[in-house]
């Protein structure tokens, strides 16, 4: 069952080209099957150790890639977060240490150059990106797998982003770009992707896929298949929560922003979510909201990744 080969390390989805991210999503569909059925499936990672290093806090990542390693057959180490990245020994040495005792490290850093720099200094090791400041690639296969298992292709599909252009918009827009579906972000100026960022994204369009970057929520909204929000003020920008919160006011995802979208348009967040800035009670646990797929299918895309580079 598992046949598909991927790149030594998983930074960016742009790591993965088309084919590559559509093998992990139909290998992530398979792995999603077998569990539900308490099928066995092949363990990849037997005898082997997977290294999960955050300097942030996680509930979803941390956890899924903890069931994931442990259902693939392999086992986990967590050094604690005062040992892990740069504190007490330079990034590098941490990960020619690990690079010895382990074969994966799972890392959720600030910037992106830190990863990179993890990364470059141990070459037998494979790295998986837990999330940085830029980018949450691992979050984009889940949230790819979830449009997927509702849409089928998605070359017709419209996702809309409202909110910041943070990580998480980031890597959405990577992979629904190169499996052929149509992007727009919402964001208010001065928040939006980079648009260095956003000619990578269009770089990388696969199948007719397009972006489209605009700071009108509702002409993001009017039409879109799925309509998605994340919190407006990430991890590591705290001190700028009270400006934030009025700023992105108008981009709250609520019932009147929904009622824009295609009748149907499912609600997505990659959560945690801040209840009643960003999203509304009555959006999030309405009948269109996808959010806990997305959470689930965390674990089995994140098992097909794991399988690919194990
Ligand atoms: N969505 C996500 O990455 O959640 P955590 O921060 O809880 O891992
Ligand atoms: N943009 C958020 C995502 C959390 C999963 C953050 O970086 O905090």
């Not at 999960?52 to 994931?68: G, N, V």
């Not at 090791?125 to 999330?131: E, I, K, S």
């Not at 409202?162 to 499996?179: C, E, F, K, P, W």
Request: charged share 20%; net charge negative; glycine share 6%.
């Amino acid at each position: 069952m598992i046949d598909v080969t991927a790149p030594t390390r998983f930074l960016s989805v742009l790591d993965f080209g088309p084919a590559e991210l559509s093998a992990c999503l139909s290998l992530a569909a398979e792995l999603k099957a077998a569990r539900a059925a308490r099928r066995a499936h092949e363990r990849p990672l037997t005898g082997q150790h997977v290294a999960l290093l955050f300097e942030k806090p996680s509930l979803r990542t941390r956890s899924t890639f903890q069931i994931a390693v442990r259902e693939l057959g392999g086992d986990v180490i967590e050094p604690p977060q005062d040992v892990v990245l740069g504190g007490r020994e330079s990034i590098a040495d941490v990960a020619r240490n690990l690079e010895r005792w382990v074969s994966i490290a799972v890392v959720r850093t600030f910037a992106q150059a830190r990863l990179e720099e993890f990364a470059s200094a141990a070459p037998r090791l494979r790295v998986v990106n837990a999330l940085t400041d830029e980018e949450h690639p691992c979050q984009a296969l889940a949230d790819a797998l979830t449009l997927i298992e509702r849409f089928g292709e998605l070359s017709d599909r419209t996702i809309a982003f409202v909110g910041d252009g943070n990580n998480v918009a980031r890597s959405l827009a990577q992979a629904v770009i190169m499996l052929g579906g149509h992007v727009r972000i919402a964001s208010p100026a001065g928040y939006e992707l980079p648009p260095a960022a956003v000619a990578e994204i269009r770089n990388c369009a696969a199948n007719g896929g397009t972006i489209e970057v605009t700071d009108d929520a509702a002409a993001a909204a009017g039409g879109a298949d799925a309509v998605y929000t994340d919190v407006w003020t990430s991890m590591g920008q705290e001190a700028e929560t009270a400006t934030r919160i009025q700023l992105f006011a108008p981009y709250q995802v609520n019932s009147t922003l929904m009622s824009l979208a295609a009748p149907g348009a499912l609600f997505m967040h990659c959560l945690p979510a801040h209840r009643g800035d960003e999203v509304t009670d009555e959006v999030i646990d309405s009948p269109a909201s996808v959010v806990f797929d997305q959470a689930e299918n965390r674990l089995h895309a994140q098992k097909a990744l794991l399988a690919m580079l194990g």
